[in-house]
Nanobody, 127 residues
């Protein structure tokens, strides 16, 4: 059973930066971490959870349009860790951010397509 634990959230002013981390454990040796599609979702107060960024392997990435050019998703398999570097943060980025994983390629990146979820880390951006 894959387990995901996020960290790195906090409160920053608009224009600031944060880096979220997600440490993965419990995946079988026969299915290394880079064979999983991994991603970040977020849920703002009163809104539905939405996909933010996804990665398969080391280079195949996709981003939500509103974060393109500001956020960067990456992974370090040696550390079993997924990252989300968030720059030029805006108040509308305020949300609970969740790490998620599904085995295989990122064919579908909807919330229902991911089997494994972390508990979330809060990001608050003030104007």
């Amino acid at each position: 059973q894959v387990q995901l634990v996020e960290s790195g959230g906090g409160s920053v002013q608009a224009g600031g930066s944060l880096r979220l981390s997600c440490v993965a454990s419990g995946y079988p040796d026969t299915t290394p971490l880079d064979t999983y599609c991994m991603g970040w979702f977020r849920r703002a107060p009163g809104k539905e959870r939405e996909g933010v960024a996804f990665i398969y392997g080391f280079r195949t990435t996709t981003y939500r349009a509103s974060v393109e050019g500001r956020f960067t998703i990456s992974r370090d398999n040696a550390k079993n860790t997924l990252y989300l570097q968030m720059n030029s943060l805006k108040p509308e980025d305020t949300a609970m951010y969740y790490c998620a994983a599904q085995y295989g390629y990122c064919y579908r990146n909807g919330e229902a397509d991911f089997n494994y979820w972390g508990q979330g880390t809060q990001v608050t951006v003030s104007s």
